[in-house]
């Protein structure tokens, strides 16, 4: 069965204390993993895709990348406005367009 | 910077009765999902829809649901007879053809009572 663990549950850091969020996968051949970013009581936001082993994206202070079976998001020197719910997402072969699995996701909490 | 919409923002109604939910997605998109989050719970794949018809549906979406896209630009989901446990978050999304990612929209957040 495809599934998606996601961990810590929550993590609270200081403003500029790095960390990773963890997402763990199993799926029948991935064709994309998934990042989002999901504020309170609205949707999710769209961060990055990942294909294939190796492979990593930047955008600001957020780094994701990929393994076989788990992909890390590496924040560095987050700020207030980095508090969010991350959510982790798999799309696999042989379904349709879009049949998204998500982890129930890491909420993020950074302190001044 | 295009983005997909959502109308209403939150719906009350009463166990039973049958609601209506909007989305307008990207304009040059053309596969369209709904999804839904119970509260504290993962987000759970509902429906996709391509070319006019479903593509693939979750084991959620029983007989009380359907979709339908009524002209060019809105996308609806509509819960016939609606029970206590239909009240979540519900999500559209959108697609390109040629493209996987998914942006979502802001949700509407329906409560059954």
């Known amino acids: 069965e495809d599934q998606v663990t996601q961990s810590p549950e929550a993590l609270r850091l200081q403003e500029g204390e790095s960390s990773s969020l963890n997402c763990s996968y199993t799926v029948s051949g991935l064709r994309g993993l998934f990042w989002y970013r999901q504020d309170p009581g609205k949707g999710p936001e769209f961060l990055f895709t990942l294909y294939s082993a190796g492979e990593e994206k930047e955008k600001e202070r957020l780094k994701a990348t990929l393994t076989k079976k788990e992909s890390f998001l590496h924040i560095t020197a987050p700020k207030p406005e980095d508090s969010a719910t991350y959510l982790c997402?798999?799309?696999?072969?042989?379904?349709?367009?879009?049949?998204?699995?998500f982890g129930k996701g890491t909420k993020l909490s950074v302190k001044p | 910077e295009p983005e997909v919409t959502q109308t209403p923002s939150h719906q009350v109604t009463q166990m039973g009765q049958e609601v209506i939910l909007r989305c307008v997605p990207i304009?040059?998109?053309?596969?369209f999902y709904w999804y839904r989050q119970i509260l504290g719970q993962k987000v759970e794949f509902l429906v996709s829809f391509y070319n006019n018809e479903i593509s693939e549906k979750s084991e959620i979406f029983d007989d009380q649901f359907s979709v339908e896209r009524p002209d060019g630009s809105n996308f609806t989901l509509k819960i016939r007879s609606t029970k206590l446990e239909d009240s979540a978050m519900y999500f559209c999304a959108s697609s390109e053809l040629t493209r996987v990612e998914q942006f979502f929209g802001p949700g509407t957040r329906l409560t059954v009572l």
């Open positions: 997402a798999v799309l696999r072969y042989g379904g349709s367009q879009g049949n998204l699995i």
């Open positions: 304009s040059n998109h053309l596969y």
